[in-house]
């Protein structure tokens, strides 16, 4: 079976190299090129037609949107992973729908790393950690309120999620009452066990 060809596209040269080092090591991977900016990646992909480019969002010269629509305009067998914050829930949306495959996280480990590009290769989905802008059930969720989600999915109380994200406590329980009418839930309980399923859901693939 032939390697999986990957493009690398960060612009923080440090962060870039580890990942390359890690993909490099790996049997039955193959990093064909590296970028720092959109231009760069874009030219690099024309000339190598990588099976997958691993793409940061946030670059100098535009984002990795730019570079999911060349890529999908131009090259659509290409798979893009993107690395991402788990704070980035407006982002990994707008790179959703610019056509992103997966989502890996910038913390994740090397073999979490190798995942996400196999399974993209593959056309397998991925997921690495409860992901609450992925779900249809949810879509309607504000950034915020998606935030509070996780937070109660993890056990916090109204007042620990208040002080977490620096908001008053009566505003976490109001955004609390628009979750559970959004979701179609009648009790907090009920968005702990999604939550909790969704998890292990994630773990299993």
Known sequence: MPDVRVLVLDDHEVVRRGICDILDRADGVEVVAEAATVAQAIRRVDATRPDVVLSDLRLPDGTGLDVIAHVRATHPDTHIVVLTSYDDDDAKAAARTAGADAFVAKTAGSAEVLKAVRDAASGREHG??????????????????????????DGMSNKEIADQLGIAEKTVKNHVTSILAKMGLQRRTQVVAWATQRRAQSFRR
């Open 128 to 153: 690495q950690h409860i992901d609450v802008q992925e779900d249809a059930a949810i879509a309607a969720l504000t950034p915020t309120e998606r935030k509070i989600v996780t937070a109660v999915g």
